[in-house]
């Protein structure tokens, strides 16, 4: 029988193992996953002029291997290599090396008519802590690569091991179980991956029904906090919650009239939460209980009318916010706009935000890629 955070399931094995896990400290975790946590580095790092590159870059199908120009999520593995989640399959690069997987995220869809269609929608891809990766697809459940399993190198989740098919997002806690967490809107499912055998794990679902402070099953995004490895959900609702991955719970209600659906989440090192909304932004601070919102009306008609739809920070005093309008950054208290006008954008519509660990800022559009870096890009 093993014990997990609160949970307990019976696997077979031919030794005990035990195992005690410590809650790490920020700076030891800050230190330890830079790349997984969008940090950038020391401020006062020497680079090789040569190594630098121009600020931007783009990449798209016409000029680039990646398979689809509408980017839903970005995430970095740990070998440097950066996912790129699309409509049609996923792509990813390092050191302008390309590689894409599409058959393989393959499912099925239905119609009106009955008529049926190969999709691979991609929604998100994290990293396990056992470096096999996770794809959440929009009707096809989650599937897991792991390139160094001798006997399962693929594998697929669906109802009724996840709460839905259609998964909005997925997340995965690398420090110390392992835990993958995808959000539906019937749910949020955690995965508990075996210590004897990394092929298996055990699934649970959370919903309103067992859990008293989820306030909606209606999730949009998931993320881990690096300050305290805890995990955060968005809901439709306006809510953000909390889970230490025990027993401790926390639900923070946005205020009307700013209680959109939150659709992305990021964090910084005072531990504030960063939320994008189906209408503007906000920040939680949740030692204090406060709220900012960042509207049209509160911004000075810079964070435009509609949805924030990714929010990224460079942990210190940089936030992002991907829009319709295009690219907004919040420096201390300096507000500047990136869009088609002023700068080589792809499209002014931003959907995804990823720091990377050499500080370039990858921005995923709705036609392609931009790698954005004032030093010059560094790759």
Same mark, same amino acid.
Request: aromatic share 14%; with cysteine.
């Given at each position: 029988?093993?014990?997990?955070?609160?949970?307990?399931?019976?696997?077979?094995?031919?030794?005990?193992?035990?195992?005690?896990?410590?809650?790490?400290?920020?700076?030891?975790?800050?230190?330890?996953?830079?790349? @997984?946590?969008?940090?950038?580095?020391?401020?006062?790092?020497?680079?090789?002029?040569?190594?630098?590159?121009?600020?931007?870059?783009?990449?798209?199908?016409?000029?680039?291997?990646?398979?689809?120009?509408?980017?839903?999520?970005?995430?970095? &593995?740990?070998?440097?290599?950066?996912?790129?989640?699309?409509?049609?399959?996923?792509?990813?690069?390092?050191?302008?090396?390309?590689?894409?997987?599409?058959?393989?995220?393959?499912?099925?869809?239905?119609?009106?008519?009955?008529?049926?269609?190969?999709?691979?929608?991609?929604?998100?891809?994290?990293?396990?802590?056992?470096?096999?990766?996770?794809?959440?697809?929009?009707?096809?459940?989650?599937?897991?690569?792991?390139?160094?399993?001798?006997?399962?190198?693929?594998?697929?989740?669906?109802?009724?091991?996840?709460?839905?098919?259609?998964?909005?997002?997925?997340?995965?806690?690398?420090?110390?179980?392992? &835990? *993958?967490?995808?959000?539906?809107?019937?749910?949020?499912?955690?995965?508990?991956?075996?210590?004897?055998?990394? &092929?298996?794990?055990?699934?649970?679902?959370?919903?309103?029904?067992?859990?008293?402070?989820?306030?909606?099953?209606?999730? #949009?995004?998931?993320?881990?906090?690096?300050?305290?490895?805890?995990?955060?959900?968005?809901?439709?609702?306006?809510?953000? *919650?909390?889970?230490?991955?025990?027993? #401790?719970?926390?639900? @923070?209600?946005?205020?009307?009239?700013?209680?959109?659906?939150?659709?992305?989440?990021?964090?910084?090192?005072?531990?504030?939460?960063?939320?994008?909304?189906?209408?503007?932004?906000?920040?939680?601070?949740?030692?204090?209980?406060?709220?900012?919102? @960042?509207?049209?009306?509160?911004?000075?008609?810079?964070?435009?009318?509609?949805?924030?739809?990714?929010?990224?920070?460079?942990?210190?005093?940089?936030?992002?916010?991907?829009?319709?309008?295009?690219?907004?950054?919040?420096?201390? !208290?300096?507000?500047?706009?990136?869009?088609?006008?002023?700068?080589?954008?792809?499209?002014? !519509?931003?959907?995804?935000?990823?720091?990377?660990?050499?500080?370039?800022?990858?921005?995923?559009?709705?036609?392609?890629?931009?790698?954005?870096?004032?030093?010059?890009?560094?790759?």
């Amino acid at each position: 029988m093993r014990m997990v955070r609160g949970y307990k399931y019976f696997e077979h094995s031919h030794s005990t193992l035990e195992i005690t896990f410590q809650r790490l400290s920020p700076f030891f975790i800050t230190t330890l996953l830079s790349g @997984y946590l969008n940090i950038t580095g020391c401020k006062g790092d020497i680079v090789n002029q040569i190594d630098l590159g121009p600020p931007w870059v783009v990449y798209n199908k016409s000029n680039s291997p990646l398979v689809d120009n509408k980017i839903n999520a970005i995430t970095i &593995d740990s070998e440097g290599k950066v996912w790129f989640a699309t409509n049609d399959g996923a792509s990813h690069i390092r050191k302008q090396s390309w590689g894409s997987i599409k058959d393989s995220l393959n499912y099925f869809t239905y119609d009106a008519g009955g008529n049926v269609y190969i999709t691979r929608t991609v929604t998100s891809i994290a990293q396990g802590k056992d470096g096999s990766l996770w794809f959440g697809l929009l009707g096809g459940g989650v599937r897991r690569f792991n390139k160094f399993s001798q006997t399962k190198v693929w594998q697929s989740y669906a109802e009724p091991s996840i709460a839905s098919s259609f998964v909005q997002g997925v997340a995965a806690e690398r420090l110390q179980v392992g &835990d *993958v967490w995808c959000v539906t809107l019937a749910g949020a499912s955690r995965f508990i991956p075996s210590e004897f055998n990394p &092929d298996q794990g055990v699934w649970y679902t959370y919903t309103t029904s067992n859990t008293s402070q989820l306030p909606s099953n209606q999730l #949009r995004a998931v993320a881990v906090n690096p300050n305290d490895n805890s995990i955060w959900f968005g809901t439709h609702d306006g809510s953000v *919650v909390s889970y230490d991955g025990d027993i #401790r719970w926390g639900a @923070y209600h946005i205020p009307p009239p700013y209680d959109y659906p939150i659709s992305s989440i990021a964090f910084d090192i005072t531990n504030k939460i960063w939320v994008g909304r189906w209408e503007g932004a906000s920040s939680f601070d949740p030692d204090l209980g406060i709220w900012t919102h @960042y509207t049209y009306e509160t911004t000075d008609r810079i964070i435009p009318h509609g949805p924030v739809r990714a929010v990224a920070t460079d942990f210190y005093t940089t936030r992002w916010f991907g829009t319709n309008a295009g690219l907004i950054r919040l420096r201390d !208290t300096t507000w500047t706009t990136f869009n088609r006008s002023n700068s080589p954008l792809p499209s002014d !519509t931003v959907s995804a935000l990823l720091y990377d660990t050499k500080g370039n800022l990858w921005i995923g559009t709705m036609n392609g890629v931009a790698v954005f870096n004032e030093q010059g890009t560094r790759f």
